[in-house]
């Protein structure tokens, strides 16, 4: 459940009997019009019963968890887990402290029932009162009804939750995604704990609660067409984004600080066409850009510096795209930033080119990588009697690794690291397969300390970034339209200040 805030009696105000029966009187009556059917109700019925058929006769629980204080009484933006999002198809910010259960059927498979917290009445005190549930604060919630009609599923108050998930609990097997919510999670565990149990029991439970999670986590490798069209939404909308920080790039130089203003104008555009970032976006300027994870965004953007920006948006279904390009603040690179930006360019042509099914997950990385090593031993960077098989050696060698120490692709989709859960026989040993999403986004970072590179490399950091789709015959580069060819980038540059 949501985390408790603390409640200042500074702010509480009396409620007289007669100020309750005032406030609670004389609206309008609220619309019985039920909404219709979301497209995703079909699609996450289908993936539920892929769940149901992986563990029958168990009953499974899939919170959405709750709000997050960020603060005394305020709270997070609420995000659902993203195991919950996918079987519901409830995104944005729907529903703090909801729980999905799977409930085992008599006849075979299961029943989804969604506990949830309903709109209140108006003769509550929560409808006035409550700053963090109540209409007059928040807004309106949905109804039972809404929910019934808008997923297909049956819908439940919250609070016969513990009742429902406790029934005949040690007569049948509950599951838990015990990540999504530590209080629901506890009240699974009290129910299903018995006063006999050995601590191999409490053991075997959570190895079973945990090859749920993984198991969920997994059945996304591959995405279904509602959830790839969703992907090509959110890179259509990072385009944008990426366009207008373009626009904006002198004002960035003008202003100081800069990358606080690429990454301000970027998630404008985020939340205005989606339901924000789907990670904090990196804007890094010159050296920052060798610092992987740099989100600080502190810096100030120089002319003549290159821009690393790594940012996507995430749509209201919360999938999210996952772009990067480093553009020349100026619409122009310099000769030593071309010569780095040349090579990754074609380390990621080179990764992309081996995205296709039948090919493992690891061939992209390997593809690329090659590239980056012999673009690493020509420019003399390797040790002395080192050369590309030798670096390539990952028992002996890894020297390359020095200038790019990430991998070059990750699963993308509800999470930006989306399937992080599955085994490594599934995923970085796994076999790509259509439906399949994942980026591309080799890179080298020249740190402005570093001595054992040309001082006209020191400083330079670049890595270019897309969103790829496996097909049945090979992919398709959906994050296509956003240029990563270097004339391309400068011209595009060029039409975007006008």
């Known amino acids: 459940m949501s985390e408790k805030q603390q409640k200042s009696q500074s702010r509480s105000q009396p409620s007289p009997e007669a100020f309750r029966t005032f406030i609670g009187s004389g609206w309008a009556p609220r619309s019985d019009q039920l ?12 993936r539920r019963a892929t769940v149901s058929e992986a563990f029958p006769g168990e009953r499974l629980v899939i919170p959405a968890g709750g709000l997050k204080v960020r603060s005394n009484d305020t ?39 969604l506990f949830f917290r ?20 928040v807004g309106g919630r949905p109804t039972i009804e809404d929910i019934e009609a808008e997923l297909g599923i049956a819908a439940r108050h919250i609070d016969e939750f513990a009742d429902s998930v406790a029934k005949d609990a040690g007569e049948i097997g509950v599951r838990v995604v015990r990540d999504a919510d530590p209080d629901v999670t506890t009240a699974v565990e009290q129910a299903r704990t018995s006063e006999t149990e050995t601590a191999g029991a409490v053991e075997q439970r959570t190895e079973a609660d945990e090859e ?27 385009a944008e984004g990426f ?46 850009a060798n610092t992987l994870h740099w989100i600080k965004n502190t810096g100030d953007v120089h002319e003549g510096d290159l821009v690393l920006v ?51 997950f690891s ?56 399937c992080a859960l599955a085994l490594r026989e599934d995923y970085t040993d796994g076999e790509l397969r259509p439906g399949m999403i994942l980026t591309v986004e080799p890179g080298l970072y020249f740190k402005a300390d570093d001595e054992l590179v040309p001082e006209e490399l020191r400083g330079i950091g670049v890595r270019i970034e897309d969103d790829v789709l496996v097909t049945d015959t090979g992919h398709e580069v959906l994050s296509s339209a956003i240029p990563s060819e270097l004339a391309e980038v400068e011209a595009w540059i060029a039409r975007a200040r006008g």
Not at 38 to 44: I, L, M, R
Not at 95 to 112: C, F, T
Not at 118 to 134: I, K, M, N, Q, V
Not at 229 to 238: D, K, L, V, W, Y
């Open 118 to 137: 309903p709109l209140a009445g108006r003769d509550t005190e929560e409808f006035f009162a409550d700053s963090r549930y109540g209409e007059f604060w």
């Open 363 to 418: 061939d992209v990385h390997a593809a690329a990588i090659r590239v980056i090593a012999e673009h690493l031993y020509e420019w003399g960077l390797l040790p002395e009697g080192v050369d590309v098989e030798a670096t390539l050696d990952k028992d002996t060698g890894q020297f390359h690794r020095r200038w790019m120490v990430h991998g070059t692709s990750h699963h993308l989709g509800l999470d930006v690291h989306d």
């Open 212 to 238: 749920l999670a993984r198991f969920l986590s997994t059945m996304r490798l591959a995405k279904d067409a509602w959830e790839i069209e969703q992907m090509r939404q959110a890179i259509a909308a990072t």
């Open 243 to 288: 366009e207008a920080v373009l626009a904006q790039l002198a004002e960035a130089v003008r202003r100081g600080r800069g990358e606080r203003w690429v990454e301000g104008v970027f998630g404008l555009h985020a939340r205005h066409r989606g339901n924000g970032v789907g990670y904090e976006s990196i804007a890094a300027a010159g050296d920052h």
């Open 35 to 46: 909404p219709a059917r979301a497209e995703v109700a079909d699609y996450a019925a289908k």
């Open 75 to 113: 709270d997070y933006i609420f995000r659902p887990h993203s195991a919950f999002a996918h079987l519901t198809g409830l995104g944005a910010d729907r529903e703090p402290d909801a729980v999905l259960v799977l409930e085992p059927a008599a006849d075979g498979g299961h029943d989804a029932v």
């Open 310 to 360: 790594d940012a996507g948006v995430e749509v209201d279904s919360l999938y999210t795209a996952d772009i990067t390009r480093t553009v020349p603040v100026d619409g122009t690179y310099t000769d030593a930033q071309r010569t780095v930006y040349e090579a990754v360019y074609a380390a990621q042509q080179a990764g992309i080119a081996a995205v296709k099914p039948g090919n493992k």
